[in-house]
């Protein structure tokens, strides 16, 4: 069996200051400081401490598995082999059919209760028409129903992580009228899932979701949707590289303008960043350099549950952002008229926001068309795009 200075020596060939790097992304993303770095390592590298993974698919497009796959740092052979231990994943493993089968069997009943099961896509509960038709027949696998298959792997596992927004809460395939009756892996099994929503979610979320358990020996602290409260807790508006613009009420309003080219705020072009919670201006995509609203593009709320009815129309702004001291129903409009219409009244205005930046715990309200939800905190970042 291998031990630990072999895979030290392979982690060392596939190259280790990379793969300290990405220990500091963790770390980073768990909100520890640099001093845990080595710890990260350490924990990752005790192969003796962690648990083996099945990565299972259901509805969904595998955007999850390539957001996984187009890991850098580490490589994928690395996040495989030494990082996340996948003992079976069908759209990367070599074996198929009754082979692949078989390691599946064997890896649940042999590793009853040690396993983590990572979950991609939705499970359809439906029925779908016609003579011979079972609940949950929209998705069938070997003659096993998605939901049939979910709770043989699930049932058993030591904790079942969800990733991707379809496996979190159903997904594109929950819209309305969501003919499949497709809902998410926890709601399905009613079971507890740890939530990892995006379309798709990022790779540092769920490796430091692992990670968080190979060090404190539990599962990371959540919200009421099951996200994890480290990747999860503060709104994209909140973090994001262009607030400044809508502090100063300075907004794009057609493609391709002169302030979509200053990178002015996307809100009048439909963004959904007030009313959505993701770090993924953090951790971001592409080797650490790309993200929607980087890119210039409106947030969507991927990372919502029913993104897809309750964020749409992606390209028209919710009017009912709430913005501190400006009013309840206040608009981007109202707020930018403010800011910018009368000089004295706008130097006043930024002196309240100011003032408010440095309130911490400050409760911004955001209503959407169906539910409201809290931040907790406001303080911003301002890193070049
Ligand atoms: Fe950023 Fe969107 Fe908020 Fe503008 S509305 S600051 S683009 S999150
Ligand atoms: Fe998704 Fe919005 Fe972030 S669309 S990746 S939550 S900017």
């Excluded at 059919?97 to 979950?119: N, R, V």
Aim: proline share 5%; net charge negative.
């Amino acid at each position: 069996m291998e031990d630990n200075s072999d895979r030290i020596k392979k982690l060392e060939g596939v190259d280790r200051r990379e793969f300290l790097s990405f220990c500091a992304q963790i770390a980073a993303a768990l909100g520890l400081s640099s001093m845990w770095v080595p710890k990260v390592a350490e924990a990752i590298e005790n192969a003796a401490k962690r648990p083996p993974v099945i990565w299972m698919h259901f509805a969904e497009c595998t955007g999850d598995s390539e957001s996984f796959i187009r890991s850098n740092y580490p490589s994928i052979a690395s996040l495989i082999l030494d990082v996340l231990s996948i003992d079976y994943h069908e759209t990367i493993m070599a074996a198929a059919g009754d082979q692949a089968e078989e390691i599946l069997h064997k890896a649940i009943t042999t590793q009853k209760g040690k396993y983590i099961a990572i979950c991609e896509g939705a499970i359809p509960m439906a029925t779908p028409p016609g003579p011979g038709g079972k609940p949950g027949a929209y998705l069938t696998i070997a003659g096993k129903t998605g939901y049939e298959i979910a709770k043989e792997v699930c049932t058993d596992a030591l904790a079942v992580i969800c990733v991707g927004t379809c496996s979190s809460y159903g997904g594109v395939q929950a819209q309305k009228p969501n003919p499949t009756g497709a809902v998410g892996v926890g709601k399905a099994l009613g079971i507890q899932t740890i939530n990892i929503p995006g379309c798709p979610h990022n790779v540092v979320n769920s490796v430091a979701t692992v990670v968080n358990y190979l060090l404190m020996g539990t599962l990371p602290a959540t919200d009421k949707y099951g996200r994890p409260l480290f990747a999860f807790k503060k709104r994209i508006h909140d973090q994001c590289t262009r607030r400044s613009h809508f502090d100063a009420g300075q907004f794009v309003e057609e493609w391709g303008s002169e302030e979509a080219k200053n990178r002015y705020c996307l809100y009048k072009m439909g963004c959904k960043g007030p009313q959505t919670y993701h770090n993924c201006n953090i951790v971001r995509w592409n080797q650490g350099t790309g993200w929607p609203i980087g890119a210039g593009h409106g947030c969507v709320g991927c990372s919502e549950p029913d993104f897809w009815d309750t964020m749409s129309p992606f390209y028209e702004r919710l009017e009912n952002v709430e913005v501190p001291f400006f009013g309840i129903e206040a608009s981007a409009d109202k707020f930018g008229l403010a800011l910018t219409g009368v000089a004295a009244a706008g130097a006043a205005a930024h002196a309240v926001v100011t003032l408010n930046k440095k309130k911490e715990h400050e409760e911004i309200i955001v209503h959407n068309k169906n539910e409201s939800s809290k931040a907790t905190e406001t303080d911003k970042k301002k890193e070049g795009e």
